[in-house]
């Protein structure tokens, strides 16, 4: 199929162009483009960006936050690793596709065409990995999913953990987890972080570890996370999650620690409207905000995207898969909001994610590479961030996935008209 997508803006460029797309890819971009075409589509003068990228979501607990016995009345990120444990023990593989596919819906309609998905491999009978492999399978034309063997109850803290992330990764994750934090003992977190790195080598996976996601400054698995990636060279297939420790860390201790950050050139994601909410529990005032130095690690060249983290669950009860949204509150939060940064904030969900999922050679609107992108009604990044704009298109392999319709005002008076 032949298409030619009329009259998008692109970032940085002044005047509206055309996207021509022959079987599935971008095959040329430029302004009023007369080609031959089986189909044209007016995008309405919108801005044209690639798709979002949600790098972080737990597709296996959404929806769960109001279950009998999952509510977190503590709001702390150990009570919901209690409520999960405690309430996992009756999920089945379509149960558990069916809330995912809810959430994905929800997601893909605010313009997510890309999703890391963390299944918690605690569960002997590995329920959640199971639904999210077959789901990744199932659903691949329409949306990109990795999923991540995540041992939510840790892989140390109880027998045969480790073993049942090794199972996951032979039955097909396409990523490493751990929670070294959440071992019972340091030892336990350190051993956990070597293993997820030497399971990575031998089974050539990505890497992507629950890092020092507490408040507690003495958490520094993120030191050895980044030292064992650099070492074994496999920095860009490695990423650190939430590191709100990093937010705690004194400034001695950070400073030296962004060396070898700098080096292994491992990502990063922050999970801004999950660790605004979970963290800081424990402080009375000065209350902290829970988040990782974002503001420093773009400073310093490295690689972080934001993620959505929680849809409903018993760790965050007003995730939505609104990237937008999440987005909103990580500028605010980490005080992103200088012209350049708000310039370039859509990065922190899209291009930055690409990156740490590894899929930068195939996203992106450029000439050679899949037709995916969303629109934004708006003419710029910076018009679309200020005003939260929704996602008004969604192209996926050339193909429109859905259309919204302008908002329609209905009044008589003349200034809201
Ligand atoms: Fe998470």
């Given at each position: 199929m032949?298409?030619?997508?009329q009259n998008?803006?692109?970032?940085?460029?002044e005047?509206?162009?055309?996207l021509?797309?022959?079987?599935?890819?971008?095959?040329?971009?430029g302004?009023?483009?007369q080609?031959?075409?089986?189909?044209?589509?007016?995008?309405?003068?919108?801005l044209?960006?690639?798709?979002?990228v949600?790098?972080?979501?737990?597709?296996?607990y959404?929806?769960?936050?109001?279950k009998?016995g999952?509510?977190?009345?503590t709001?702390?990120?150990?009570?919901g690793?209690?409520?999960?444990s405690e309430?996992k023990n009756?999920l089945t593989?379509?149960?558990?596709?069916?809330?995912?596919?809810r959430a994905?819906?929800?997601e893909m309609?605010?313009g997510v065409?890309?999703?890391?998905?963390?299944?918690?491999v605690t569960?002997?009978k590995?329920t959640?990995?199971?639904?999210?492999?077959?789901?990744?399978?199932?659903?691949?034309?329409l949306?990109?999913?990795q999923?991540?063997a995540f041992?939510q109850?840790g892989?140390?803290?109880?027998?045969?953990g480790?073993?049942?992330?090794?199972?996951?990764?032979?039955?097909g994750a396409?990523?490493?987890g751990?929670?070294?934090h959440?071992e019972?003992?340091?030892?336990?977190?350190e051993?956990?972080?070597?293993?997820?790195v030497?399971l990575?080598?031998?089974?050539n996976?990505m890497i992507?570890?629950?890092c020092?996601?507490?408040d507690?400054?003495?958490?520094?698995?993120?030191?050895l996370?980044?030292?064992?990636a650099?070492?074994?060279?496999?920095?860009e297939?490695?990423?650190?999650?939430?590191?709100?420790?990093?937010?705690?860390?004194?400034?001695?201790?950070?400073f030296?620690?962004?060396k070898?950050?700098?080096l292994?050139?491992?990502?990063?994601?922050?999970?801004p409207?999950?660790?605004?909410?979970?963290q800081?529990r424990?402080?009375?005032?000065?209350?902290?905000?829970?988040?990782t130095r974002v503001?420093?690690i773009i400073e310093?060249?490295?690689?972080i995207?934001?993620?959505?983290?929680?849809?409903?669950d018993?760790?965050?009860?007003?995730?939505n898969?609104?990237?937008?949204?999440?987005?909103?509150?990580?500028i605010h939060a980490?005080q992103?909001?200088?012209?350049k940064?708000?310039?370039n904030a859509l990065?922190?969900i899209?291009?930055?994610?690409a990156?740490?999922?590894?899929?930068?050679?195939k996203?992106g609107?450029?000439?050679?590479?899949?037709?995916n992108?969303?629109t934004?009604?708006?003419k710029?990044?910076f018009?679309a961030v200020?005003?939260?704009?929704?996602?008004?298109?969604?192209?996926?392999?050339?193909?429109l996935l859905?259309?919204?319709a302008?908002?329609?005002?209905?009044?008589n008076?003349s200034i809201?008209?």
């Amino acid at each position: 199929m032949k298409k030619l997508y009329q009259n998008v803006y692109l970032k940085g460029k002044e005047k509206a162009v055309d996207l021509y797309v022959e079987n599935g890819l971008f095959k040329e971009i430029g302004p009023n483009l007369q080609v031959e075409c089986d189909n044209r589509i007016d995008m309405r003068g919108n801005l044209a960006i690639p798709p979002y990228v949600d790098p972080h979501l737990h597709l296996d607990y959404v929806y769960t936050a109001r279950k009998e016995g999952a509510k977190n009345e503590t709001g702390t990120l150990f009570e919901g690793i209690q409520r999960w444990s405690e309430t996992k023990n009756d999920l089945t593989v379509e149960g558990l596709k069916e809330r995912a596919k809810r959430a994905i819906k929800a997601e893909m309609l605010q313009g997510v065409q890309f999703i890391r998905t963390h299944a918690d491999v605690t569960d002997p009978k590995l329920t959640s990995l199971r639904a999210l492999l077959e789901l990744r399978e199932e659903l691949k034309d329409l949306v990109t999913i990795q999923v991540v063997a995540f041992p939510q109850e840790g892989m140390y803290s109880y027998k045969g953990g480790d073993k049942l992330v090794e199972k996951g990764l032979e039955m097909g994750a396409d990523c490493v987890g751990a929670i070294p934090h959440y071992e019972f003992a340091r030892e336990l977190g350190e051993k956990s972080i070597h293993k997820t790195v030497e399971l990575a080598l031998k089974y050539n996976k990505m890497i992507d570890v629950h890092c020092d996601e507490t408040d507690d400054e003495q958490s520094r698995f993120l030191e050895l996370l980044a030292t064992l990636a650099y070492m074994e060279g496999i920095g860009e297939r490695t990423t650190a999650s939430h590191t709100c420790a990093f937010g705690s860390y004194n400034n001695a201790y950070a400073f030296k620690l962004m060396k070898v950050l700098s080096l292994s050139k491992i990502n990063f994601i922050s999970c801004p409207t999950e660790n605004i909410y979970l963290q800081g529990r424990y402080d009375t005032y000065p209350k902290r905000r829970g988040l990782t130095r974002v503001k420093e690690i773009i400073e310093a060249g490295l690689n972080i995207c934001f993620a959505q983290d929680s849809i409903e669950d018993p760790w965050y009860p007003a995730g939505n898969g609104n990237l937008m949204n999440v987005l909103d509150n990580g500028i605010h939060a980490a005080q992103i909001m200088s012209f350049k940064d708000l310039d370039n904030a859509l990065d922190l969900i899209t291009i930055n994610g690409a990156k740490t999922l590894q899929l930068t050679d195939k996203y992106g609107i450029e000439v050679g590479k899949p037709a995916n992108f969303i629109t934004l009604n708006a003419k710029t990044p910076f018009d679309a961030v200020v005003n939260r704009v929704n996602v008004a298109d969604s192209v996926r392999k050339g193909e429109l996935l859905f259309r919204r319709a302008p908002e329609v005002i209905d009044t008589n008076i003349s200034i809201l008209k």
